[in-house]
């Protein structure tokens, strides 16, 4: 079985800074992308950063210069570094890899339950 544990989100000032972590956990043969995305209250659900296992990154603009996301391939865990944090930054963040588990054949996608990010004076 595999499941993601994210931890990190919290209350911060504007301008403060935020690290989520997110571990994968359970039977892996190989992960391929992982990544953060994020849904503040009354949109949808978008792209915030993702890295694949060769080491390439891509952010949504918003976010660009800002937050910056990494993976301990060792661990199998993605980090998103939050700098300069905004109101509008102001969502639940939920960690997603593409992995092909061992038990399996197909390439799938695994979701973590979500960690709120308030970003608030």
């Known amino acids: 079985q595999v499941q993601l544990v994210e931890s990190g989100g919290g209350l911060v000032q504007p301008g403060g800074s935020l690290r989520l972590s997110c571990a994968a956990s359970g039977s892996i043969f190989s992960i391929n992308t992982m990544g953060w995305y994020r849904q503040a209250p009354g949109k949808e659900r978008e792209l915030v950063a993702t890295?694949?296992?060769?080491?390439?990154?891509n952010y949504a603009d918003s976010v660009k210069g800002r937050f910056t996301i990494s993976r301990d391939n060792a661990k199998n865990t993605v980090y998103l570094q939050m700098d300069s944090l905004k109101p509008e930054d102001t969502a639940v963040y939920y960690c997603?890899?593409?992995?092909?588990?061992?038990?399996?054949?197909?390439?799938?996608?695994?979701w973590g339950k979500g960690t709120l990010v308030t970003v608030s004076s």
């Open positions: 997603n890899i593409r992995a092909v588990p061992a038990s399996g054949w197909r390439r799938m996608d695994y």
């Open positions: 890295t694949t296992s060769g080491g390439s990154t």
